[in-house]
């Protein structure tokens, strides 16, 4: 099993910047693809970023140039850096794992971009 523990939410307005960390423990092997996913009221969950074992990355066309996605992988920990923050980008955030064959899920963290 490998547990997921988000942080870095809150409250910010537009323009400001927020950076949220993912840090992952447990039976943790080398070679994986870490991601931010995120899910609005009424929307479904979508990709915001995702970082593989390699530093690949990839980022959806509405955060380009705005977010960055890292890993510090000694300390097993993603981050997502979020500059420019609009309203549009509130949000539930959810850190994820893919290792093998298996999808792992941290308990989100709220985003809420609002003057």
């Known amino acids: 099993q490998v547990q997921l523990v988000e942080s870095g939410g809150g409250l910010v307005q537009p323009g400001g910047s927020l950076r949220l960390s993912c840090a992952a423990s447990?039976?943790?092997?080398?070679?994986?693809?870490m991601g931010w996913y995120r899910q609005a009221p009424g929307k479904q969950r979508e990709l915001v970023a995702v970082i593989t074992s390699g530093n690949n990355t990839n980022y959806a066309d509405s955060v380009k140039g705005r977010f960055t996605i890292s890993r510090d992988h000694a300390k097993n920990t993603v981050y997502l850096q979020m500059n420019s923050l609009k309203p549009e980008d509130t949000a539930v955030y959810y850190c994820?794992?893919?290792?093998?064959?298996?999808?792992?899920w941290g308990q989100g963290t709220q985003v809420t971009v609002s003057s």
């Open positions: 447990g039976r943790i092997l080398s070679v994986y693809v």
């Open positions: 994820n794992r893919k290792q093998g064959a298996y999808y792992y």
